[in-house]
């Protein structure tokens, strides 16, 4: 038994993830246990080394306020402006190197009342020497006296000193820092006393601490601006030593560069994991095996009995221990044997249903067919008004109750999942006509207003299951047009592209009775609907939207809906619909075939049956002979010739599936003879035996006698070859009749709008003789033309030209 994860395999992973999960909390146990003590030490540490580094720097720069302090008090002791010449640079000269320059800067015109400004300003120079530097006295730079150093000083205390922010010193090109303070005669502020101090010493030390101990320093000014950064890298959970320190309140910040706090616990911990692993793995091993032996190597013995066991899947196995797995064979025979009594049932179940529909299906269809094919026949014969409303009814009943057969039998095929569906090349037009003609007037006998807006492109030909989508939205517009009293309904269709694919969106909108929240949840679902009145006021199954539903999504789409009680409704279907080149067909209108001379044989065991396709066949020109079987209809055809045979398939003594096949195998000219298949059995096994027997083309009961029509129109070239006359085509009709037809169909089209089929019939008009027609007739024939290529109805003068014309 080939078997791509087995239990031996589980259980050796469950039990290395025993494992591993075992190590690992014993290994997250300890780290939290250790990670506490390490911290804590690792962070005094860091704390000490951050405050013994600050008093260091801190003291560096306190050591260069004793030059300040003498310069102020220089400048405190003498008044005399030549002396101060003579001492200050001897002081800034036998200064530290951390100080860089220096001065004293009086009040303005207090040296001289003439000058402004007279400071003495001194600065090493690379040579060891001092320089005087005259710039800052230059009255035109705005005055030193402005200087965030000097007007910082210029108000505190004596011996109280201002420090500066850290600057770039223009003519060094290092961060320097100046301390102001100032000097007083008499109680009185005679100015500021300034050194500046050079940061590059500091900022070495810092980096050479730094990466003695192994730490990261970042040190920033009063204003948070970095002064130096080395060896600072931040991560998770990283502890960082902060601290301000000096009067000039900088802020220090430490960390360990090299090794965290994590890294000193995931090393103990490790070394702890490699003592306990090996004797952990020794466990895992004797579990496996104590596992292997006592559990899964009878279930595995079990799984490979029941894949080699005879088609009763019963286990025949030698087990003696009375435990779980005994138990476990033992239901599983007990249930093996239940479950193929109920496969039996089910089975034959299956079987009682789908002849159960069948029969169904022709014992109701076989009946269906003579009341809609006797009123079909009615309906041609003289009628008073109350005649033909009664006759209206009973066809429009016996529609609903097909409607009703088909949906039941369309929520079988989907149960048994044998919904098909047939694609093929359609123009999106032919189907907007179809719902025009049928909904528009529908719609406006109930005083509703019909509309449909496309932003399909008008030439657009799709390659999907016409009838399918045709089916979609006629049920929809069914239910759209019975739940609205007043107001309107409409159909939007626009289509958009998606993942490659192209998709066909409907809108459906109504002002009708509304669904609430509740109900919408429900009314996809079989033989539901919104309220247990709505089947008492309306009618109706229940299933058209379950099958509109599984429709959509058997074509790739799906279907949602909006709705609210007492305001209306709007479904929105997507169906996937591929865009194809339109076929080049001749437009045609629904014409009559002309059988003069023809002759048909109806194979038909039901006398009313019999009876209304001898009506229809006789009323189109047809010589018809009848037979009730279909080794009668072998017998006859074996001696005669018949233009045409309707052959049903449900008969005694012979069906029609064995008789066309005996009929395709005689030898003689009959077996050549076009057969339609007409039954009441409409499931696709039927039709595709009839189809495979010899039938060319299968009529569904009841009999609509338009589709009759569109058939023999279909197969006229085969009807006509056994005629001596060259064609019965409706175009040879006398020319008069025809033109009649055609004006009547035009005439519909346009009270329907449907543009499309209006400029097909017109396109039949102008085709048979254009130069029949003189200049005022070929003028008011392209106005009309035009008029329908716009959607709009033509004015009635043109009309009546056109009419005119085809009636001479």
Same mark, same amino acid.
């Given at each position: 038994?080939?078997?791509?994860?087995?239990?031996?395999?589980?259980?050796?992973?469950?039990?290395?993830?025993?494992?591993?999960?075992?190590?690992?909390?014993?290994?997250?146990?300890?780290?939290?246990?250790?990670?506490?003590?390490?911290?804590?030490?690792?962070?005094?540490?860091?704390?000490?080394?951050?405050?013994?580094?600050?008093?260091?720097?801190?003291?560096?720069?306190?050591?260069?306020?004793?030059?300040?302090?003498?310069?102020?008090?220089?400048?405190?002791?003498?008044?005399?402006?030549?002396?101060?010449?003579?001492?200050?640079?001897?002081?800034?000269?036998?200064?530290?190197?951390?100080?860089?320059?220096?001065?004293?800067?009086?009040?303005?015109?207090?040296?001289?009342?003439?000058?402004?400004?007279?400071?003495?300003?001194?600065?090493?120079?690379?040579?060891?020497?001092?320089?005087?530097?005259?710039?800052? &006295?230059?009255?035109?730079?705005?005055?030193?006296?402005?200087?965030?150093?000097?007007?910082?000083?210029?108000?505190?205390?004596?011996?109280?000193?201002?420090?500066?922010?850290?600057?770039?010193?223009?003519?060094?090109?290092?961060?320097?820092?100046?301390?102001?303070?100032?000097?007083?005669?008499?109680?009185?502020?005679?100015?500021?006393?300034?050194?500046?101090?050079?940061?590059?010493?500091?900022?070495?030390?810092?980096?050479?601490?730094?990466?003695?101990?192994?730490?990261?320093?970042?040190?920033?000014?009063?204003?948070?601006?970095?002064?130096?950064?080395?060896?600072?890298?931040?991560?998770?959970?990283?502890?960082?030593?902060?601290?301000?320190?000096?009067?000039?309140?900088?802020?220090?910040?430490?960390?360990?560069?090299?090794?965290?706090?994590?890294?000193?616990?995931?090393?103990?911990?490790?070394?702890?994991?490699?003592?306990?692993?090996?004797?952990?793995?020794?466990?895992?091993?004797?579990?496996?095996?104590?596992?292997?032996?006592?559990?899964?190597?009878?279930?595995?013995?079990?799984?490979?009995?029941?894949?080699?066991?005879?088609?009763?899947?019963?286990?025949?196995?030698?087990?003696?221990?009375?435990?779980?797995?005994?138990?476990?064979?033992?239901?599983?025979?007990?249930?093996?044997?239940?479950?193929?009594?109920?496969?039996?049932?089910?089975?034959?179940?299956?079987?009682?249903?789908?002849?159960?529909?069948?029969?169904?299906?022709?014992?109701?269809?076989?009946?269906?067919?003579?009341?809609?094919?006797?009123?079909?026949?009615?309906?041609?014969?003289?009628?008073?008004?109350?005649?033909?409303?009664?006759?209206?009814?009973?066809?429009?009943?016996?529609?609903?109750?097909?409607?009703?057969?088909?949906?039941?039998?369309?929520?079988?095929?989907?149960?048994?999942?044998?919904?098909?569906?047939?694609?093929?090349?359609?123009?999106?037009?032919?189907?907007?006509?179809?719902?025009?003609?049928?909904?528009?007037?529908?719609?406006?006998?109930?005083?509703?207003?019909?509309?449909?807006?496309?932003?399909?492109?008008?030439?657009?030909?799709?390659?999907?299951?016409?009838?399918?989508?045709?089916?979609?939205?006629?049920?929809?517009?069914?239910?759209?047009?019975?739940?609205?009293?007043?107001?309107?309904?409409?159909?939007?269709?626009?289509?958009?592209?998606?993942?490659?694919?192209?998709?066909?969106?409907?809108?459906?909108?109504?002002?009708?009775?509304?669904?609430?929240?509740?109900?919408?949840?429900?009314?996809?679902?079989?033989?539901?609907?919104?309220?247990?009145?709505?089947?008492?006021?309306?009618?109706?199954?229940?299933?058209?939207?379950?099958?509109?539903?599984?429709?959509?999504?058997?074509?790739?789409?799906?279907?949602?809906?909006?709705?609210?009680?007492?305001?209306?409704?709007?479904?929105?279907?997507?169906?996937?619909?591929?865009?194809?080149?339109?076929?080049?067909?001749?437009?045609?209108?629904?014409?009559?075939?002309?059988?003069?001379?023809?002759?048909?044989?109806?194979?038909?065991?039901?006398?009313?049956?019999?009876?209304?396709?001898?009506?229809?066949?006789?009323?189109?020109?047809?010589?018809?002979?009848?037979?009730?079987?279909?080794?009668?209809?072998?017998?006859?055809?074996?001696?005669?010739?018949?233009?045409?045979?309707?052959?049903?398939?449900?008969?005694?003594?012979?069906?029609?599936?064995?008789?066309?096949?005996?009929?395709?195998?005689?030898?003689?000219?009959?077996?050549?003879?076009?057969?339609?298949?007409?039954?009441?059995?409409?499931?696709?096994?039927?039709?595709?035996?009839?189809?495979?027997?010899?039938?060319?083309?299968?009529?569904?009961?009841?009999?609509?006698?338009?589709?009759?029509?569109?058939?023999?129109?279909?197969?006229?070239?085969?009807?006509?070859?056994?005629?001596?006359?060259?064609?019965?085509?409706?175009?040879?009709?006398?020319?008069?009749?025809?033109?009649?037809?055609?004006?009547?169909?035009?005439?519909?089209?346009?009270?329907?709008?449907?543009?499309?089929?209006?400029?097909?019939?017109?396109?039949?008009?102008?085709?048979?003789?254009?130069?029949?027609?003189?200049?005022?007739?070929?003028?008011?024939?392209?106005?009309?033309?035009?008029?329908?290529?716009? &959607? &709009?109805?033509?004015?009635?003068?043109?009309?009546?030209?056109?009419?005119?014309?085809?009636?001479?």
């Amino acid at each position: 038994m080939a078997i791509k994860s087995s239990l031996k395999k589980k259980s050796i992973i469950a039990l290395g993830l025993y494992l591993c999960f075992f190590i690992a909390t014993v290994g997250s146990i300890t780290y939290v246990v250790v990670e506490y003590p390490i911290k804590s030490k690792l962070q005094k540490n860091l704390d000490l080394r951050t405050e013994l580094l600050a008093t260091s720097l801190d003291e560096s720069l306190n050591g260069s306020l004793g030059l300040l302090h003498s310069i102020a008090a220089i400048g405190e002791a003498t008044g005399e402006y030549e002396e101060l010449k003579t001492l200050l640079p001897t002081m800034i000269a036998q200064s530290t190197n951390m100080i860089v320059s220096g001065g004293i800067w009086p009040e303005p015109y207090l040296i001289d009342p003439t000058i402004r400004l007279n400071s003495l300003f001194y600065n090493k120079n690379i040579e060891g020497g001092v320089d005087l530097i005259h710039s800052w &006295n230059n009255p035109e730079s705005g005055g030193y006296n402005i200087e965030p150093w000097y007007t910082s000083a210029i108000n505190i205390q004596p011996q109280q000193v201002s420090w500066s922010d850290v600057y770039i010193d223009p003519y060094t090109h290092v961060q320097m820092i100046t301390a102001s303070t100032p000097y007083f005669k008499n109680g009185k502020v005679q100015g500021v006393a300034t050194i500046d101090i050079s940061l590059s010493e500091l900022i070495k030390y810092v980096q050479n601490h730094a990466n003695q101990y192994d730490i990261g320093v970042l040190i920033r000014d009063q204003n948070g601006t970095s002064i130096t950064e080395h060896n600072f890298f931040l991560s998770k959970n990283i502890y960082i030593s902060q601290l301000k320190f000096g009067t000039y309140n900088w802020e220090i910040d430490v960390v360990n560069s090299k090794r965290l706090v994590a890294e000193e616990t995931f090393e103990l911990v490790m070394s702890l994991e490699f003592i306990i692993a090996p004797f952990l793995l020794a466990c895992v091993m004797i579990g496996y095996y104590m596992i292997n032996r006592y559990l899964i190597r009878p279930i595995v013995v079990i799984a490979d009995k029941v894949s080699d066991s005879t088609t009763s899947g019963i286990i025949e196995m030698d087990y003696r221990s009375n435990d779980e797995i005994r138990h476990l064979i033992d239901s599983f025979n007990h249930n093996t044997i239940y479950l193929q009594e109920e496969k039996v049932k089910a089975q034959a179940s299956t079987k009682a249903k789908s002849a159960f529909l069948a029969t169904l299906s022709h014992e109701i269809r076989t009946p269906m067919n003579g009341v809609l094919g006797t009123a079909q026949i009615l309906a041609k014969t003289d009628l008073n008004d109350h005649q033909k409303k009664l006759l209206h009814s009973l066809y429009d009943s016996g529609e609903h109750m097909m409607t009703l057969l088909n949906e039941i039998l369309d929520f079988s095929k989907i149960e048994q999942g044998k919904l098909e569906l047939d694609s093929s090349p359609f123009p999106l037009s032919s189907i907007i006509g179809s719902i025009n003609s049928v909904y528009y007037t529908l719609a406006t006998e109930k005083g509703l207003s019909f509309k449909v807006y496309s932003e399909v492109p008008t030439e657009r030909w799709y390659n999907a299951d016409k009838a399918r989508m045709r089916q979609i939205l006629f049920n929809l517009l069914n239910n759209a047009i019975k739940f609205t009293s007043r107001g309107f309904v409409e159909v939007y269709l626009n289509e958009y592209e998606r993942d490659g694919k192209v998709y066909l969106s409907i809108q459906v909108r109504d002002t009708g009775i509304g669904i609430s929240k509740s109900a919408q949840e429900k009314i996809f679902k079989p033989f539901e609907q919104a309220e247990s009145s709505t089947t008492r006021r309306f009618g109706g199954t229940g299933l058209g939207l379950a099958i509109t539903q599984k429709i959509v999504q058997g074509m790739g789409g799906n279907i949602t809906v909006k709705s609210e009680e007492g305001i209306g409704s709007s479904f929105f279907v997507s169906l996937q619909a591929d865009v194809c080149e339109p076929e080049s067909t001749q437009d045609t209108v629904h014409q009559k075939f002309d059988c003069n001379g023809l002759t048909a044989l109806i194979v038909e065991d039901n006398r009313t049956n019999t009876m209304i396709m001898d009506a229809f066949l006789r009323s189109k020109g047809f010589e018809t002979t009848s037979v009730v079987d279909g080794a009668k209809a072998v017998d006859i055809l074996s001696q005669c010739t018949f233009d045409l045979v309707l052959m049903d398939n449900h008969m005694p003594v012979m069906d029609g599936i064995e008789a066309t096949e005996r009929i395709r195998n005689l030898n003689h000219p009959s077996s050549k003879g076009l057969i339609l298949g007409c039954t009441a059995d409409v499931f696709k096994e039927t039709r595709e035996k009839m189809l495979k027997a010899g039938a060319d083309h299968i009529l569904a009961k009841p009999i609509d006698e338009r589709e009759l029509d569109d058939v023999l129109i279909k197969f006229s070239d085969r009807l006509t070859r056994s005629l001596p006359h060259a064609s019965h085509s409706s175009t040879q009709e006398p020319q008069s009749s025809n033109n009649e037809k055609l004006l009547v169909d035009l005439y519909v089209s346009l009270d329907n709008q449907d543009f499309e089929k209006a400029k097909s019939i017109l396109r039949v008009i102008v085709s048979q003789d254009r130069n029949k027609f003189n200049n005022e007739e070929r003028e008011a024939i392209d106005k009309i033309s035009a008029a329908l290529e716009g &959607n &709009n109805v033509p004015s009635e003068d043109d009309i009546n030209v056109l009419t005119l014309s085809l009636a001479e």
